[in-house]
């Protein structure tokens, strides 16, 4: 397969066959084409792309290349990376039957079948709400629910779990797996937070640099793929004989391991942000608050992850930083400035912001042109925003349009626009959504070498693995509260849902990452 204007292929001489009641994981660096892959199983690619398709796709018994993703409705269904672009309906449940309406089923029918997803998804509540007042988590189930109410035999989705929290990930993962086994459904799912998905799958096809691909057991590929979850890193570090898939396998594989000193990461820095009694609501009634009463700072030096539940006030909070929450009552304060009372060069100076719809930043036709009008806006000098997202992406195509790039190379892209100002605070929205491991670890290093320059960083994330790498604080929110804040250690290991999967292998040893794992295996 080959995209109009592409020197190179994306897949290439690729064949596999999936059986009813499977469930797959693509697998891959970001933007090698795992996207690529699930469009070409419902008819996207070439039809809605363009391109050139050599070879046959057939899905159920019908051709992918005769048939368009619309006729192919009622027996595969997709779900794609950033759910919002997707929906046609502003009501949760109008968008839920709308795709019965489009198949022609009876009024009976779709009601029953509406009911019966919206419990299955836990959406009862939210059926009556307008999606785009919902979290970009609670919008990814609305899609989920969407695609699965038409029955499919086949569903695709592409990174499912990103913008879900780790409870509701689990959930999700739980309905999909039972009706692989109950329903027979075929599942297919490209992800990076693998160690998420991993214990669910039968096979993972691993998408390469070449444009070549393996399909095998999920054991088996990950034994030797360059991309690997954390739980698979400590397989190869503590030499077991095959790599665990669960951290029940694990500990049950590895010996005892000494206690770990926590690491302190207490900051005395000045106050950057300061934030005071903050109550926000984006509807009338005022009972209903995206954030109540809530107070917090953040100092330089230091880097705070902001965590909790879908809908939990986590997007609103960063949002007024830059002025853009409907507050009520309270003050927002960057270093001791009201960001409304900023012109649009004096707020960029104090804090850039990266939502998590990263296409909300980029206007221009293409990177080069992305990068260089942010050279001009932030007063930067000329190629400096382009280095970063070269630096971050390792993306050499600067003449390509943003809109062709993968949701992980779009956040990237709007990462080195705001990065290029040298904001006294980068704050950022799910930032890993789209990142690969090797990306990932890029991100880590840039904003702590961020942070070493006297400056902060503020992330909104459901990444615990992130968190745990990065982190000296945590702040956890429910409902629009702020329910407790602390040390990332203590943060992290209090709470079952919210630890990564390393303090998971290691309980109680004061372990939360790879590398932490790795000298204390040595001791």
């Known amino acids: 397969m080959i995209y109009p204007n592409s020197e190179q292929t994306i897949i290439d001489n690729l064949s596999f066959s999936l059986a009813e009641g499977e469930f797959v994981l693509v697998i891959g660096e970001t933007g090698i084409g795992k996207s690529s892959v699930l469009r070409l199983m419902n008819g996207l690619v070439p039809h809605h792309t ?65 009911e019966e997803v919206l419990d299955l998804l836990a959406l009862a509540e939210l059926r009556s709400r307008e999606i785009s007042s919902l979290s970009g988590g609670e919008q990814q189930r609305v899609a989920i629910a969407a695609a699965l109410v038409a029955q499919p035999k086949v569903l695709l989705l592409d990174e499912p779990t990103s913008a879900l929290d780790p409870i509701a990930a689990e959930e999700v993962l739980s309905i999909l797996h039972r009706l692989v086994s109950d329903l027979g459904l075929t599942v297919v799912i490209a992800e990076h937070r693998l160690e998420r998905v991993i214990q669910f799958v039968d096979r993972i096809l691993l998408i390469k640099d070449s444009g070549q691909a393996e399909l095998g057991d999920a054991r088996e590929v990950l034994a030797t793929s360059p991309i690997a979850p954390p739980l698979v890193e400590l397989s190869r570090i503590a030499n077991l004989p095959e790599v665990a898939l669960t951290i029940r396998e694990f500990r049950k594989a590895i010996s005892d391991v000494r206690q770990v000193e926590p690491r302190s990461n207490q900051k005395t820095g000045e106050a950057l942000v300061s934030i005071k009694n903050l109550s926000a609501s984006y509807i009338d009634e005022l009972s209903e608050y995206a954030l109540s009463n809530l107070s917090l700072e953040i100092r330089s030096g230091e880097i705070v992850s902001i965590m909790g539940r879908n809908g939990a006030g986590k997007s609103t909070l960063l949002k007024s930083l830059v002025g853009l ?199």
Do not use: W
């Open 50 to 114: 363009g391109g050139i398709l050599s070879g046959e796709i057939e899905v159920a018994g019908r051709s992918t290349r005769l048939l368009k993703p619309g006729e192919l409705s009622d027996v595969v269904g997709i779900v794609g990376q950033n759910p919002i672009n997707g929906f046609v309906c502003e009501i949760v449940e109008d968008e839920i039957a709308f795709t019965l309406e489009t198949l022609g089923i009876s009024p009976t029918v779709m009601r029953k079948r509406v």
């Open 325 to 523: 929450a409907p507050i009520l009552s309270g003050n927002v304060y960057l270093s001791g400035q009201d960001p409304l009372k900023l012109s649009g060069k004096e707020l960029i100076k104090e804090v850039g912001l990266v939502p998590q719809d990263a296409s909300d930043l980029l206007i221009e036709s293409s990177v080069a042109r992305e990068c260089a009008r942010a050279d001009l806006d932030n007063e930067a000098v000329p190629g400096k925003t382009l280095g970063i997202y070269q630096q971050l992406s390792a993306d050499e195509r600067s003449s390509i349009h943003p809109r062709d790039l993968s949701e992980g190379q779009k956040l990237i892209l709007a990462l080195s626009i705001q990065l290029s100002a040298n904001p006294k605070v980068i704050a950022l929205d799910e930032p890993t959504r789209g990142l690969d491991y090797q990306a990932k670890r890029k991100l880590i290093s840039i904003l702590k070498s961020i942070a070493a320059e006297n400056r902060a960083v503020l992330i909104a994330t459901h990444d615990v693995e992130l968190v745990a790498e990065l982190a000296d604080r945590v702040v956890f929110l429910a409902e629009g509260e702020l329910i407790s804040q602390g040390q990332t250690h203590e943060a992290l290991t209090s709470s079952p849902a919210f630890a990564p999967q390393v303090a998971k292998a290691f309980p109680g040893k004061g372990i939360l990452t790879v590398a932490e794992a790795s000298k204390a295996l040595e001791k």
